[in-house]
C-alpha cells in the first residue's frame, strides 16, 4: 500500500494556508461536524457520525477535484500552529459554471478570528484575478447573523431571501429555513478591494 501524496496547497493568505482536503482528513472533519454549535445553522446541532463523514461527507468533497479543475473543497490549516481550523469552499453553484459559491465551516476555538473573512477573501481574489470568475454568491439563513456579517465586510450583498427546502432541514418550521443569497460581481469587487 503507497503513502497518500502530501495535500498541495491551494491558497495562503497572511495567516491560513488552504490545502486539499484527503482521506486523512476523516478526524478533522469528525472533531468539527462533532460540535453542536457549529451544526446549529446545518443540522440544528445533530452532529456528523464517523461513518457519515467517511461514506458521505468526505467523498463528496473529494469528487469536487474530479469534476472541477480548480474548484472544490479545502481544509483551513493555521500557519502559525499546523492546526486544522476548518474548511473554505469556492464550487459552481448548484452546477452553474456562471455563479461560483463560496462557503466556509470553522471550529468555534476559531470563531471570532477573522478567519472566515481572511480565507474568503482570498478565495474571492483568487477567483477574480486567477480562475476567471465573474459573480461570487454565497446564502446562508437569515438568522445566522455571524455568517451574514462575515459576507457583508466581504462587499457582498444580499440577492434575494427564500425558504430552504423541508427536506434539507428536516423538522425545521418555514420561518427557521429562511435563507438568504448574497453576491458579488468582479466588477463590484474592482470598485471595492
Request: proline content about 4%; charged content about 35%; overall charge negative.
Amino acid at each position: 500500500m503507497s503513502a497518500e501524496p502530501a495535500p498541495s496547497v491551494y491558497l495562503e493568505t497572511e495567516r491560513l494556508i488552504l490545502r486539499r482536503l484527503t482521506e486523512g482528513d476523516v478526524d478533522h472533519l469528525l472533531e468539527l461536524d462533532s460540535d453542536p454549535e457549529v451544526m446549529r445553522y446545518l443540522t440544528g446541532g445533530i452532529p456528523h457520525t464517523r461513518e457519515e463523514i467517511a461514506t458521505k461527507v468526505l467523498p463528496h468533497y473529494l469528487d469536487h477535484y474530479r469534476r472541477y479543475d480548480e474548484f472544490g473543497f479545502w481544509a483551513a490549516i493555521e500557519k502559525a500552529t499546523g492546526a486544522f481550523v476548518g474548511w473554505f469552499h469556492l464550487r459552481p453553484h448548484r452546477e452553474n459554471r456562471d455563479e461560483i459559491e463560496l462557503g466556509y465551516r470553522l471550529k468555534r476555538t476559531a470563531w471570532g478570528m477573522g478567519y472566515a473573512t481572511e480565507g474568503a477573501r482570498g478565495l474571492i481574489e483568487k477567483g477574480f484575478t486567477e480562475l476567471g470568475v465573474d459573480k461570487v454568491v454565497a446564502g446562508t439563513l437569515v438568522d445566522n447573523i455571524r455568517s451574514r456579517r462575515v459576507l457583508e465586510r466581504l462587499g457582498m450583498r444580499i440577492e434575494e431571501e427564500f425558504v430552504y427546502p423541508e427536506k434539507n432541514l428536516r423538522g425545521w418550521t418555514e420561518d427557521q429555513r429562511r435563507g438568504v443569497q448574497y453576491g458579488l460581481t468582479r466588477t463590484e469587487w474592482e470598485r471595492i478591494r
